[in-house]
């Protein structure tokens, strides 16, 4: 399946499964894919630094490096689960993506599947920007890039910023909390997209995402173990409309994240009263 049948299917059946068999590598060489999904990952984003440096990375182009690092996924048997993008689909004008944040992987995914349905942006950390490969990527792409240790000023830059890419009619995809976690921590997943919604004037959509299957490294983080057994999931809830309910749609927003996880067998953190997490 090339990238245009893709953003098809992803458009009419609002939906994707990956129908991929595991290979020999799977069957008797499974200590080798994690490296083998490395190598080839590294070569897509590698690929992808040709037309950033000569700045003729579009949206484009970067719906079908997406899709490439989706089929790296598959390559080394792992499965895509894509659903609820009928909401998407039947959305006019812009909204502000809220998900959490488990590995490295859907920031390379998920902004594909957004893709299909019009322009979209993503809330990064400002040290991306600074990475071998990703840095020069991202940087040619306009991504909005915050501290993470300044959370005034964060708030300043995705309210400024993404007003500013919502204004003209691009939707914004943010993960709300400080760090990326297998667990879903709720306390620790601030309002801050919800927030960007309500100036905009736009409705938000929860977006749950496991995606464990690319585990964070212990002395590299973006680099830890596959396991091809976990499959990702991406499912999009229905559009949420804020106006002046900050607080209750971020709770709805945590509830469909919380409820998506736990059914896919995923961990969930609750220290305290859900949804009362601020920037």
């Given amino acids: 399946m090339n990238t245009d049948q893709y953003l098809h299917t992803l458009k009419t059946e609002f939906g994707y ?57 598959e390559s080394v048997g792992g499965n895509v689960n894509i659903s609820g993008l009928q909401s998407v689909a039947g959305q006019q004008g812009p909204v502000v993506y809220i998900g959490n944040h488990m590995s ?53 830059v995705v309210l400024r910023e993404g007003h500013k890419f919502i204004s003209n009619g691009g939707s914004i995809i943010i993960f709300p909390q400080a760090t990326r976690s297998v667990e879903f921590d709720v306390q620790a997943f601030n309002t801050l997209g919800v927030k960007l919604a309500s100036r905009a004037g736009v409705p938000v959509i929860p977006v749950a995402i496991k995606t464990d299957f690319h585990g964070n490294g212990k002395w590299i983080k973006d680099m830890g173990p596959i396991n091809p057994q976990n499959t990702l999931y991406f499912k999009f809830g229905k559009p949420l409309p804020v106006s002046g309910k900050s607080r209750e749609i971020h709770q709805q927003v945590v509830e469909f994240i919380t409820k998506n996880l736990s059914a896919w067998g995923g961990k969930v953190k609750k220290n305290s009263a859900p949804g009362l997490s601020e920037l």
Avoid at 25 to 50: A, D, E, K, M, V
Avoid at 119 to 130: G, P, T, Y
């Fill in 17 to 73: 499964q990956s129908q991929s068999r595991p290979g020999f590598l799977s069957n008797y060489l499974p200590g080798s894919l994690s490296l083998l999904y490395y190598i080839r990952l590294g070569y897509t984003l590698l690929h992808s630094t040709f037309p950033a440096r000569r700045g003729t990375l579009d949206r484009a182009k970067w719906a079908v490096y997406s899709h490439r690092c989706l089929k790296v996924v």
């Fill in 104 to 156: 490295l992987i859907e920031t390379l995914i998920l902004p594909g599947i957004a893709l299909a349905f019009g322009d979209v942006n993503f809330v990064i950390k400002e040290e991306l920007r600074h990475y071998p490969v990703l840095g020069s990527i991202f940087k040619t792409l306009g991504l909005i890039a915050v501290s993470r240790k300044n959370p005034r000023e964060d708030f300043k």
